[in-house]
């Protein structure tokens, strides 16, 4: 079993920087797709970012030039560095993991793990 964590939510206004963190721990050999999704309140979970194990990135429209999805050389912990932060991005942002490199990354019900969630809020 993947356990996961996030951290490095915060407030922070328009404008704005902000780095996310995720560090997976237990289970985490062979190759596996990692991912950030958020969730404003009343919203469906929607994608932002994911990263194959080979490399390749996606992101959603509505985040691409501004946030960039990384990961450590040990490959253990998932980086999504967000610039020109916009109210919009309110969010609680969560880290997700699944065993394999499909064309699925962007569904929410592909993953089999999760963080908690971290907190980004975004003031105008």
């Known amino acids: 079993q993947v356990q996961l964590v996030e951290s490095g939510g915060g407030l922070v206004q328009a404008g704005g920087s902000l780095r996310l963190s995720c560090v997976a721990s237990?289970?985490?050999?062979?190759?596996?797709?990692m991912s950030w999704f958020r969730q404003a309140p009343g919203k469906e979970r929607e994608f932002v970012a994911a990263?194959?194990?080979?490399?390749?990135?996606f992101y959603a429209d509505s985040v691409k030039g501004r946030f960039t999805i990384s990961r450590d050389n040990a490959q253990k912990t998932v980086y999504l560095q967000m610039s020109s932060l916009k109210p919009d991005d309110t969010a609680v942002y969560y880290c997700?993991?699944?065993?394999?490199?499909?064309?699925?990354?962007?569904?929410?019900?592909?993953?089999?793990?999760w963080g908690q969630g971290t907190q980004v809020t975004v003031s105008p």
């Open positions: 997700g993991l699944k065993g394999s490199d499909t064309n699925s990354y962007h569904l929410s019900v592909a993953y089999n793990y």
């Open positions: 237990g289970r985490t050999s062979g190759m596996y797709t």
């Open positions: 990263l194959y194990s080979e490399g390749s990135r």
